[in-house]
């Protein structure tokens, strides 16, 4: 088992974030992370490499294009035991991400405080879902936390273990699956209700 060697963290739902991130710089965990996010771990003095020093290239779109890159799904979706796939990351200098923290923009909130159509289309989350389900996809190695209350557990193993189980890692992502297909569904819903 590989350890855990750096997280990409992406919260909207912030609590007990930076005791989070903390503990994972303690262990030696380099941390990645965008926007919001790393301006609030940094004001905690954690240090953070934020996501655009590791793509090469800026957050875009008002925020809506920032994860959406190779060198990030690369590091999360290649197979750490196959030659094909390490020879593909190092020649295109790509790093692993071992750990994935994200939780998804607050869609339903919004809706349920009178968004407009416009204010609920721009809190639908396209990086999010797109990096936690990577992470799940490939569960083999890469660990994905969607809920704060696996904080703990994912501090508990990598303590013990410099890695999740495998077991852990396939509960969690199970997870991803569930909350993904949740939230397309809020989201079509919602548009459901609405004509144009």
């Known amino acids: 088992m590989n350890k855990i060697e750096r997280a990409l963290i ?4 912030k609590t007990g974030i930076v005791e989070f991130a903390r503990e994972l710089e303690n262990l030696g965990i380099e941390i990645i992370s ?5 301006k609030v771990l940094k004001e905690e003095g954690i240090k953070v490499i934020d996501i655009s020093h590791l793509t090469g290239f800026p957050e875009i779109l008002e925020g ?18 196959e030659r094909e796939h390490i020879e593909t990351i190092k020649k295109y200098e790509i790093k692993p991400i071992d750990l994935i923290i994200v939780n998804l923009y607050a869609f339903e909130k919004v809706v349920e ?7 609920a289309i721009e809190n639908i989350d396209i990086g999010g879902p797109t990096l936690i389900r990577a992470g799940a996809k490939n569960f083999k190695y890469v660990t994905v936390v969607v809920d704060k209350e696996d904080y703990p557990l994912v501090l508990e193993e990598i303590k013990k273990y410099g890695n999740t189980t495998l077991k852990t890692r396939f509960e969690l992502a199970k997870k991803v699956f569930k909350l993904t297909s949740n939230y397309d569904q809020m989201i079509f819903n919602y548009l459901s209700q609405i004509n144009i």
């Open 113 to 119: 405080e009178g968004a407009t159509l416009e204010k």
């Open 10 to 13: 992406s919260v909207t739902d």
């Open 34 to 38: 965008t926007g919001g996010t790393a």
């Open 64 to 81: 809506r294009v920032k994860t959406l890159h190779p060198k990030v799904h690369g590091g999360i979706l290649f197979k750490r035991d």
